[in-house]
């Protein structure tokens, strides 16, 4: 699994951010009812009920007007639901995300000034700032984008300044030197003009701190690691480990579920990677997963652990079709429409093969994909 660049921009943004998601200490001078709404944000949000972690959000912003934490929630939500694809018309969520993340970045900015070497304030500044860079990567403002997150950066660094243990400052500070150190060429030169150097060493060194010694931000230090450095480095075993411990705490989220049949799949797992498929998928407190991009991918590792294990043809064509329909327009969909042509012609469907396999080198989504349907119709030519 590839995470391109929009990816490694949005799991920078849930890496900064995780620590203010999940934090109850940070927030105690706002009471028990405050502290008590932040709990269950995180806690819904982390389980996939979005519905019900924007109702709080809302509840957040209107008992709290002057805070930016409910401003901030309600960004860091719909930036989780916009990576999941959930929304017909993301336009319309990116003109009432604008207004709220200035909200969060203005009172942020404004404690700051007032409070220099409070962490929690900085903390969310930094949360606000790089909600921002988000919204900047959305409309390619790439100069914006690397701006806000240098600013993010440079207040987690004040935060450990005043306070040498507050690790959970590491998850974003460490998402943020690994994936300076893989800018795209185009972004370099921007790069250059701001002073940002990547270094990977110590960008993974900061992350494995983070979800070690992390309060907060463990499960998305943990998550960065699992999906984008060890995905990288194709450590499938430990990918497996960490994403199972990200499952267990939160069974509803299905960006781990995904990324544990990624594991399993790799590891020639088959039959996990079939019980955790069945698990998401009949799942009963998940919202909408059939509108999740998340859910695709996992119905694809299932489509394809029935393939590689030469049983359930069926059920393997129902779920590659099933990731073909949620997945739209993704890369994953002319993978989905490759696996299901293979399975297509071990039934002897010759047509339905080659239909798929054409409809493959039409998208022209996947290289790999590509390649192999060209061989496949090849040697489909006789039937």
Same mark, same amino acid.
């Given at each position: 699994m590839r995470f391109t660049?929009?990816?490694?921009?949005?799991? =920078?943004?849930?890496?900064? #951010?995780?620590?203010?998601c999940q934090s109850g200490t940070a927030n105690q001078v706002h009471g028990d009812r405050m502290e008590a709404l932040l709990d269950s944000t995180a806690t819904e949000t982390y389980n996939y009920n979005f519905s019900g972690a924007l109702k709080l959000a809302e509840d957040m912003i209107r008992l709290y007007p002057d805070r930016p934490e409910g401003?901030?929630?309600k960004c860091g939500i719909y930036s989780k639901m =916009?990576?999941?694809?959930?929304? %017909? #018309?993301?336009?319309?969520?990116?003109?009432?995300? +604008?207004?709220?993340?200035?909200?969060?970045?203005? =009172?942020?900015? %404004?404690?700051?000034?007032?409070?220099?070497? &409070?962490?929690? &304030?900085?903390?969310?500044?930094? #949360?606000a700032l790089v909600y921002r860079s988000r919204y900047d990567a959305a409309k390619s403002d790439w100069i914006g984008l690397m701006s806000d997150a240098v600013k993010s950066k440079k207040m987690l660094e004040k935060a450990l300044e005043v306070d040498p243990t507050f690790y959970d400052a590491y998850s974003g500070i460490g998402a943020f030197d690994y994936y300076a150190a893989h800018l795209p060429w185009y972004l370099k030169p921007v790069a250059f003009l701001l002073g940002i150097k990547g270094d990977e060493a110590g960008g993974i060194a900061d992350l494995k701190k983070a979800s070690r010694l992390g309060n907060h931000s463990k499960a998305e230090a943990a998550s960065f690691l699992a999906e984008i450095v060890y995905t990288d480095e194709k450590k499938f075993d430990e990918i497996a480990a960490l994403a199972s411990d990200l499952h267990r705490k939160y069974p509803g989220n299905l960006d781990y579920t995904r990324t544990l049949c990624f594991a399993y799949y +790799?590891?020639?797992?088959?039959?996990?990677?079939?019980?955790?498929? &069945? %698990?998401?998928?009949n799942h009963d407190t998940i919202g909408e997963p059939d509108r999740f991009l998340s859910m695709a991918y996992i119905r694809f590792y299932r489509g394809e652990s029935f393939a590689a294990? +030469? #049983?359930h043809y069926d059920a393997a064509i129902a779920d590659y079709s099933k990731a073909i329909e949620i997945g739209e327009p993704s890369v994953l969909v002319t993978q989905a429409y490759y696996g299901r042509g293979t399975v297509y012609e071990k039934m002897g469907e010759w047509k339905m093969a080659r239909a798929d396999y054409q409809t493959v080198l039409k998208l022209n989504g996947d290289d790999r994909a590509c390649r192999l349907a060209k061989v496949a119709l090849d040697s489909l030519k006789s039937r």
């Open positions: 660049f929009a990816v490694l921009i949005a799991l =920078l943004i849930a890496g900064v #951010s995780s620590g203010l401003y901030i929630y =916009l990576m999941e694809e959930a929304f %017909q #018309s993301p336009d319309s969520i990116w003109k009432i995300y +604008k207004p709220l993340v200035e909200k969060g970045c203005e =009172l942020s900015k %404004q404690r700051v000034k007032t409070n220099p070497e &409070d962490i929690k &304030d900085l903390f969310n500044y930094a #949360s +790799k590891l020639h797992e088959y039959g996990k990677v079939i019980e955790c498929a &069945d %698990q998401a998928v294990m +030469k #049983s």
